[in-house]
């Protein structure tokens, strides 16, 4: 049951991230941390059945192809606004929001 105590010791920790972080990077790498919990919670629990370890694999699938998106929306989103600061690109996007609306 060790293992147990681990995944939500990485939950905590995860969640903490999300909520204390700014920047783009350090909140994808709280997610990340959130997921990793989830997929260790699979893999012990699963440890002689087939269908845990199918759920394993496909957990990993997802979990990489979803990482591969948002490290690509990450870099998109860093040139674009050239910061990777939430508050400061929600006030970006914010100012231009309203510069649209005031022309149209």
């Known amino acids: 049951m060790d293992f147990v105590i681990l995944s939500l010791v990485m939950l905590a920790i995860g969640i903490y991230g999300l909520l204390t972080n700014r920047q783009l990077l350090k909140v994808f790498i709280s997610v990340e941390l959130i997921a990793t919990a989830a ?3 699979f893999v012990m ?5 087939g269908l845990g370890q199918a759920m394993l694999i496909l957990a990993f699938a997802t979990d990489t192809a979803v990482s591969g998106v948002i490290l690509a929306l990450l870099v998109i989103v860093s040139k674009r606004y050239g910061t990777s600061d939430i508050g400061k690109i929600a006030k970006l996007m914010q100012s231009n929001e309203d510069d649209e609306v005031e022309s149209s």
């Open 39 to 41: 997929t260790l919670n």
């Open 45 to 49: 629990l699963a440890v002689d059945q």
